[in-house]
């Protein structure tokens, strides 16, 4: 059974950094595309980063030049690196495994960006 932990979640000051880390379980890691969605209140689960089983990666555009998304295939962890924090960035980040058109959801991770 396919298992996602997200955590690193929390409260951090605009401009502040982050990192969200998810630890995957139950499925052949490296053969997954692994992702990073948010969604904030009212609105839908967007996508923020994702990178396939390479080195391909990609980025939403509000995002670009300050996250980065990476994965550590021998342990079946993916990260994502959050610097320059926005309030605009606030929302649940939910970890995302996908493979065949099939995508599986971690249990989110809170990140509020507030002074």
């Known amino acids: 059974q396919v298992r996602l932990v997200e955590s690193g979640g929390g409260l951090v000051q605009p401009g502040g950094s982050l990192r969200l880390s998810c630890s995957a379980s139950g499925i052949a890691f490296r053969a997954y595309a692994m992702g990073w969605y948010r969604q904030a209140p009212g609105k839908e689960r967007d996508l923020v980063a994702v990178?396939?089983?390479?080195?391909?990666?990609n980025y939403a555009d509000s995002v670009k030049g300050r996250f980065t998304i990476s994965r550590d295939n021998a342990n079946a962890m993916v990260y994502l690196q959050m610097n320059s924090l926005k309030p605009e960035d606030t929302a649940v980040y939910y970890c995302s495994a996908e493979r065949s058109g099939l995508r599986t959801w971690g249990q989110g991770t809170q990140v509020t960006v507030s002074s």
């Open positions: 990178t396939s089983s390479g080195v391909i990666t």
